[in-house]
């Protein structure tokens, strides 16, 4: 069992930064794949980033590629999500996500998933 707890959120403006973090609880973190995840008022949810339990492989929704970076720090059960160049459709709650396989591919069994936290990114 793996609890997820995101943090970092906020207001920003267009053009702005936000760096969200994701703290999980259980022993066994370094193993699992994580991945980043986002759902707008009235959309589905999408895949926005993922990495694998080692940190070498990392995948990116077009969409966010060259502006969003995933990293993660096993010692400290942490995965981050540094969000560079927002724009107003980035406005989502994100949500992190545990992938029990340690691949992190995109379209993995994410089986643990965090409460979310909303960004929302003012024109």
């Known amino acids: 069992q793996v609890q997820l707890v995101e943090s970092g959120g906020g207001l920003v403006q267009a053009g702005g930064s936000l760096r969200l973090s994701c703290a999980a609880s259980?022993?066994?973190?370094?193993?699992?794949?994580m991945g980043w995840f986002r759902q707008a008022p009235g959309k589905e949810r999408e895949f926005v980033a993922t990495?694998?339990?080692?940190?070498?492989?990392?995948y990116y929704a077009k969409h966010v590629k060259g502006r969003f970076t995933i990293s993660r720090d096993n010692a400290k059960n942490t995965v981050f999500l540094q969000m560079n160049s927002l724009k107003p459709e980035d406005t989502a709650i994100y949500y992190c996500?545990?992938?029990?396989?340690?691949?992190?591919?995109?379209?993995?069994?994410?089986?643990?998933w965090g409460q979310g936290t909303q960004v929302t990114v003012s024109s």
């Open positions: 996500a545990a992938d029990k396989s340690g691949l992190g591919w995109p379209n993995g069994l994410y089986e643990y």
């Open positions: 259980g022993r066994t973190f370094g193993s699992y794949g």
């Open positions: 990495i694998s339990w080692s940190g070498d492989s990392t």
